[in-house]
């Protein structure tokens, strides 16, 4: 008995020896129960087709129009003086006038988008406004210098030209008109110079007003990231199709805060065609400044439901005048199109070709009347 027994701890205890061997060397070889400290993962297969173009994904639309997209870089000479005391009049008593302030080149960086393949370039009025120089960066690495076909302040839209061999790679059209709030977009620019660049996200908001940007604004509003340097870039769907120009941020630091603003693709495309149609753009004028009715004024004037503009101030032998509007007037409707706001005024105004007589309806004292007047040619603003 004692024999066995003595047999039985000699193997349990080479058993646990080995056992403690293989656990320490070799734990591999052991069954997963036995194991401490190794996590079995599942890994499903490749699925057929992934990390190849399947023409759905957002990198189609990047890819269809990252080509378009361009940097573009400009130069402006500017006059320093040549002495920082040169405005002291006694540095000017004892040294005299030093001469001509020595020229130095300042330089800005944006975007622009290729609109045709004959090498016509939207960008933003800001990024060429005062350039003296300007060169072109296209996605495939080749430059070249781009003069202005014209520009337009009041959109902030401007159009260049370059001259390059063979056609371009130019971007397709969307129809902003037809986006909604939640519709998924990129941004292509070339944020702080570091190259093109694309950010992603939504539509935040349409129809944009008021800002203080621009004469005339109806702008997207986007959170995809936009810095400094995208400005003239492009705004694009899912399916890559050009739907604005990027063109401004809402930032106190200028770093992206995902409040970005951007021109409507078809304001755009209008505005270019008068460009490169005729060098400028043409808008209808009346020469009346208006206010919006507060719910206080319209109580005044007891409007009732009646919605309008109040007139507060006519240009001396402007449309208006010589049609006989009058300070304090409500316009309620230009060429049968209601009037509710200040914004609806302008552009509807703008909308119209100058030479046309069109009927105005006014509220004056209570009682409804229409003149005849004769669209005007909007004046060209004013340097900023």
Not at 272 to 294: F, N, P
Not at 314 to 325: K, L, M, T, V, Y
């Amino acid at each position: 008995m004692r024999k066995h027994w003595l047999l039985f701890t000699q193997t349990v205890t080479i058993a646990l020896a080995l056992l403690f061997i293989i656990h320490t060397l070799k734990p591999e070889l052991l069954p997963n129960a036995a194991r401490s400290g190794v996590v079995t993962l599942y890994e499903s297969t490749l699925p057929e087709g992934i990390g190849k173009s399947t023409g759905t994904g957002l990198n189609v639309a990047a890819k269809n129009a990252m080509p378009a997209v361009v940097n573009i870089f400009t130069s402006t000479i500017v006059k320093a003086p040549a002495n920082p005391f040169i405005d002291d009049p006694r540095f000017r008593f004892f040294f005299g006038d030093p001469g001509d302030d020595e020229p130095q080149n300042s330089s800005s960086l944006g975007s622009g988008v290729i609109v045709s393949p004959d090498g016509y370039i939207l960008t933003n009025h800001h990024v060429v406004e005062s350039a003296d120089q300007i060169e072109v960066a296209l996605a495939d690495g080749r430059k070249a210098k781009a003069h202005v076909i014209g520009s337009d302040p009041e959109t902030d839209i401007a159009v260049i030209k370059i001259e390059l061999p063979g056609n371009l790679p130019a971007i397709t059209f969307g129809h902003p008109e037809q986006a909604q709030v939640g519709d998924m977009v990129l941004a292509i620019g070339n944020p702080f110079g570091v190259g093109q660049t694309v950010t992603m996200g939504i539509i935040s908001a349409l129809k944009r007003d008021h800002l203080g940007l621009n004469t005339f604004e109806s702008f997207i509003q986007t959170d995809a990231a936009i810095n400094p340097g995208n400005s003239g870039g492009a705004l694009v769907d899912t399916n890559g199709s050009l739907i604005g120009i990027n063109s401004a941020i809402y930032s106190p630091n200028g770093g992206s805060l995902g409040i970005g603003f951007a021109i409507p693709a078809n304001t755009a495309k209008s505005t270019m065609e008068q460009i490169i149609k005729q060098g400028s753009v043409t808008r209808g004028w009346i020469g009346a400044a208006v206010q919006e009715l507060t719910p206080e004024l319209a109580e005044s004037f007891k409007l009732g439901d009646i919605k309008g503009v109040l007139i507060t101030e006519i240009i001396r032998n402007s449309p208006a005048e010589q049609a006989g509007a009058r300070r304090g007037d409500i316009l309620t409707a230009i060429d049968e199109k209601p009037i509710e706001s200040w914004s609806a005024m302008l552009e509807t105004v703008a909308s119209l070709p100058p030479g046309k007589i069109v009927i105005v309806k006014l509220m004056r004292d209570g009682a409804a009347i229409s003149l005849k007047l004769k669209i005007g040619k909007r004046p060209k603003p004013r340097n900023r």
